[in-house]
DNA sequence: TAGATTGTTAATCGATTAACAATC
DNA sequence: TAGATTGTTAATCGATTAACAATC
């Protein structure tokens, strides 16, 4: 629980993945591990996992490893998914729908508290046991909840005007998946770009590559 | 249409923003911008943007800029996005079905031509035009068609077993959505992995940080 | 104690930014 | 021509890796 400012954004990219390799050793009831075993299972650098972890304290011990179960729970915290911030999707087509039906928000940190859409086809339905409200009643719902996190499964035109909006109404981090880049234009607001799309263009270039290089294919597995 | 080998990833993942913005400004009627303009517009520096650009070529000219037209159709090229590779769904389930609706593949490279899935609930399923297949019938229509690429929205437990078989079927690259890390055991294939769950513990720290340094909100926009 | 492995400092590497000569 | 802005080299910055003393 030590204060552990400054610490860069590439760091904490990383731990959701130790989280989920630490999750996985202890569901195969291995209780102890050393930065080298865990270097090799996940394909990065024994020095990085150690100076990774020690951006939050010395969890580990000389001569023995690290505690999966212990490490894996303090990562867990050092990630704040016990603090279970209610959040809420704006937009239930297709993709939010999907996501808000398929994500375990609660191991991640999240109570998911409301849905709302502006489309009368979609208002009514009941996704994950709530119902889905039109966007008309969001003022005053966050005025009641007070939620602090957005899902935005919302047109880009949109976007922009949406998020000023519900910034106004006490939102303060953005999970958002439309294409639109809202990270610009907010100074102490959270923006977690999903970009979809750029993902699979960027995979377009690198198969196209692989394809160049090699047009055969493998010869052998690594 | 260069050789343009070696060029970072870091680089390769910026392109694709670069080409939505680029694609903004073409449908707003801006024919010609200066790298410090679009620096400003995309927040990051004109520099970058210079540098990014010359890994291909030299695109602009000096004292006007970039003509705004023939970048993005050279942005678009070097992506790959005029190959139109096959890509099939593996995996139709809510996550699966829903991106395979909502994404459009054409204009980023791919044309979706199969899905497969092993619930007798979906097979049979109409999405996109595409009849849900049983996975019994991948290898047969894996050596007619001859698709390269695979989209993977299945659970993490048979991930990799689908995997090892798809690489066998002359599979060259994954857009993986199932929770496990594949590129780790493939040499010569791309593994692009979308970890959403990933992405919100991510936001669950950032938000928890912001709401600890200022929980009060922003004063003021940026 | 001896062996193992951490925590941490120092060295390396790569990516980003700044600067400016080339040139439209 | 003069002004603007690129392409490109050099400087800076940050992130990763290596090394090793501390210590369990």
């Known amino acids: 629980m030590a204060k552990h400012e400054n610490v860069s954004l590439s760091v904490i990219r990383r731990l959701p993945r130790y989280y989920r390799f630490l999750g996985d050793l202890l569901k195969n009831g291995i209780h102890r591990i050393s930065s080298r075993e865990l270097s090799l299972k996940m394909g990065v650098t024994a020095s990085q996992i150690r ?23 303090e990562i867990g915290s050092i990630l704040g998914i016990d603090k279970g911030l209610d959040i809420i999707l704006l937009g239930a087509g297709n993709l939010g729908r999907a996501i808000a039906s398929h994500m375990s ?6 109570n998911l ?11 009514g339905q009941t996704i ?49 998946f439309s294409h639109y880049d809202l990270a610009l234009d907010y100074d102490n607001i959270v923006v977690e770009n999903v970009h979809l799309g ?17 047009p055969e294919g493998p010869q052998e597995k690594e």
């Open 51 to 73: 100076q990774d972890l020690n951006c939050f304290g010395g969890f580990g011990q000389q001569g023995y490893g690290y505690n999966v179960e212990a490490l894996h729970k």
């Open 105 to 110: 928000f609660d191991s991640r940190g999240f």
């Open 113 to 123: 508290i409301g849905i709302f859409d502006v489309s009368e086809d979609i208002i």
């Open 128 to 176: 994950r046991g709530i119902r889905v409200s039109h966007a008309d009643t969001l003022p005053e719902f966050c005025r009641q909840r007070r939620p602090k996190v957005a899902m935005l499964c919302i047109p880009k035109n949109s976007a922009q005007e949406i998020a000023d909006n519900l910034v106004e109404l006490g939102i303060r981090g953005f999970w958002n």
């Open 198 to 214: 750029d993902s699979l263009m960027t995979l377009c270039y690198r198969v196209n590559e692989v394809l160049e290089q090699n």
